[in-house]
């Protein structure tokens, strides 16, 4: 964690935190850190800053912050995302939000596992557990948004045309597209397939809401790898 991240609810006066749990644990295992040290802190969806320890002991930390920088700017993208296997969304969200995606859309795909939409990890605290975890790693405060589209058709039909409205839709798909572009400053509602990829009705129904296929080369990559290429061919 490069980063602790803070609610409203932390602070007992106007500068003052004290926190325990998880982030206590992380500063007292993994920093080392003693009173008087200063970290890296941010206020979510708002300000970052420094944090001095004025008091630290097993079960509490307090710390005496300000908050006087905005977070990084965020990345001009929405990421449409099949839903992949628990494991691999814990990752995938965690890896999004710390690259500055700030839309994400975790869609059905003809090869999504039915059962991947009954995971416990869809619930709005387990996916907001792995946004935090990313905001953290990255040094951003601004959660992202996460939507989730259980059905493929109605999602690509109805409401995908206003989404990519005035932006470029791309879709990555292993064959048949051009070059992933680079560099370029549009835009993007990118669409990335599940492990087994999409199956030629998805890229020809994303093809008719606007979108250009794209590839990487012949190479197959995990999804949280290709999100990650791809974004940074993408944006300098
Ligand atoms: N077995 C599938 C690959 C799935 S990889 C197939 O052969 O089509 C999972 C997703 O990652 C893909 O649907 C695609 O969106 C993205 N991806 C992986 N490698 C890629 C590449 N070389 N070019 C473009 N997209 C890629």
Redesign the pocket.
């Known amino acids: 964690m490069n980063l602790l991240l803070l609610t409203s609810d932390d602070f007992v006066s106007d500068s003052l935190v004290k926190l325990q749990g998880r982030q206590l644990q992380h500063v007292l295992g993994v920093h080392q850190a003693k009173v008087g040290d200063t970290l890296r802190v941010g206020l979510v969806n708002d300000r970052m800053g420094e944090g001095i320890i004025t008091g630290l002991s097993a079960d509490s930390l307090e710390m005496e912050v300000s908050l006087t920088e905005q977070p990084p700017e965020a990345l001009p993208l929405t990421v449409l995302l099949?839903l992949p296997r628990p494991k691999m969304l814990k990752r995938s969200l965690q890896h999004l939000t710390a690259l500055g995606v700030k839309r994400i859309v975790l869609m059905n795909s003809y090869?999504v596992e039915k059962s991947f939409w009954q995971s416990p990890w869809l619930s709005e605290e387990k996916i907001h557990e792995q946004l935090v975890l990313g905001l953290e790693q990255a040094r951003d405060t601004i959660l992202p948004e996460v939507v989730q589209e259980k059905r493929f058709k109605p999602f690509v039909e109805d409401r995908l045309p206003a989404m990519v409205e005035g932006k470029r839709g791309l879709?990555?798909?292993?064959?048949g597209?051009n070059a992933?572009p680079h560099q370029i400053s549009d835009e993007v509602v990118l669409?990335?397939?599940?492990?087994?990829?999409?199956i030629p009705y998805e890229v020809e129904k994303l093809e008719e809401a606007g979108f250009e296929r794209?590839?990487?080369?012949?190479?197959?990559?995990?999804?949280e790898?290709?999100?990650t290429?791809?974004t940074s061919k993408l944006y300098d």
Not at 171 to 175: F, K, L, R, S
Not at 214 to 223: K, Q
């Open positions: 099949a090869r879709v990555a798909h292993p064959v597209g992933c669409a990335i397939g599940p492990e087994g990829g999409f794209i590839h990487l080369g012949s190479r197959i990559l995990r999804v790898t290709a999100v290429a791809i």
